[in-house]
């Protein structure tokens, strides 16, 4: 078996290579995608919002065009992309979204789509409340003012700079994540709201944490955070009505995606003082351009897209993918195969068949 292993500025080849080694002893490709941290970046979040076809097919996937298996990150993985190797089984990919993946493709070709769940859970949950208490406390705010020379003591929310004990926390979305969150902040005495419409009572088996309604969770919480997945049908989840349903003491956290929250409404509630302010890692244009409105704000936290970048997230990434990986190589249960159905297929059972022999 061949597998190519198609690396980026955050996971390189080298790094997919030592962790495909745990399949056995396989021919093994090592290259790169985009190396530069910027670019990939922006790649990135061009794909994630149109699609991997938005990206040329990489030379590398013609040059290699009898690999088995691709492992990677960031990459593109459009029809054109999968159409470039003669027999393609696996794709596989070391995060829990699979944007730059055309899976219904992949379904149709007869090729598996692995990706990795949780990789950076820890990293983004713990972000989250790092998040949540910087904007509330003001403490970038202060930082900032000392390097300025100055000493601040007086913020936009001075009136009612919050203690978390007591508070109520909205969670939209109540996957790995938001759990992780929910437990986490178990330890600050708060009660936690939870939106989540594919989550059923039964399964909030956490104490302090509530299934409610969207307006509940909107109108009742002093923080809402998200951590919901973006789709066409979520897109601006939060808007304008939104909004306006919360207190005016209330804080908004977005560690997930950018196309969640509608930038342009949430900029007119935080400059109108609707509500308290707003902590945001993730934006629809990365860098974010110099002239954005937030940058004009006082009341909002911004950071670079690094919840989820931790030295840890992105060691295990590439072995925990290996792993789930080796499990639908030794036909055992797999849990992150992000089309299931495709193990009906007659190529994919004859391919596992001969594995198996």
Not at 78 to 87: R, T
Not at 178 to 189: C, E, H, I, S, W
Not at 249 to 255: E, R, S
Request: contains cysteine.
């Amino acid at each position: 078996m061949k597998i190519l292993t198609f690396g980026d500025a955050m996971i390189s080849g080298k790094q997919f290579t030592e962790a495909a080694r745990l399949l056995g002893d396989h021919e093994i490709v090592t290259t790169d995608w985009e190396t530069d941290w910027g670019r990939l970046q922006n790649r990135r979040l061009v794909i994630e919002q149109q699609g991997p076809a938005v990206e040329e097919v990489p030379a590398v996937f013609r040059e290699n065009k009898d690999a088995d298996m691709v492992l990677g990150l960031f990459g593109p993985f459009s029809a054109d992309g999968m159409d470039a190797f003669d027999h393609l089984k696996l794709i596989g990919v070391a995060r829990a979204g699979t944007e730059n993946v055309d899976v219904k493709a992949a379904t149709q070709r007869g090729i598996i789509v692995v990706h990795v769940m949780g990789r950076n859970a820890q990293a983004v949950s713990d972000f989250t409340i790092g998040l949540m208490l910087s904007e509330s406390r003001n403490i970038s705010r202060a930082h900032l003012s000392i390097k300025n020379g100055e000493w601040r003591k007086v913020f936009s929310n001075s009136d009612y700079i919050p203690e978390l004990k007591g508070k109520k926390i909205g969670i939209v979305g109540f996957g790995y994540i938001g759990r992780l969150v929910a437990k986490k902040l178990a330890g600050f005495d708060v009660q936690i709201l939870v939106y989540d419409p594919y989550v059923k009572a039964e399964s909030v088996d956490m104490p302090g944490v509530t299934l409610v309604g969207k307006e509940t969770l909107f109108a009742e919480s002093d923080f809402i955070s998200i951590h919901a997945r973006l789709t066409e049908e979520n897109h601006h989840f939060v808007s304008h009505a939104e909004l306006s349903m919360m207190k005016p003491t209330a804080y908004l956290i977005n560690c997930a995606r950018s196309g969640l929250i509608d930038t342009e409404a949430l900029v007119q509630a935080l400059s109108e003082k609707k509500i308290a302010g707003a902590g945001l890692d993730v934006f629809d244009i990365e860098p974010i351009p110099a002239d954005h409105p937030l940058l004009a704000l006082d009341n909002v936290t911004l950071t670079t897209h690094i919840a989820g970048t931790t030295s840890d997230a992105l060691t295990q990434s590439p072995y925990l993918l290996a792993e789930e990986v080796k499990k639908v190589l030794d036909g055992e249960k797999a849990n992150w195969i992000k089309n299931p159905e495709v193990l009906e297929h007659p190529k994919v059972k004859e391919w596992l068949t001969l594995l198996k022999s």
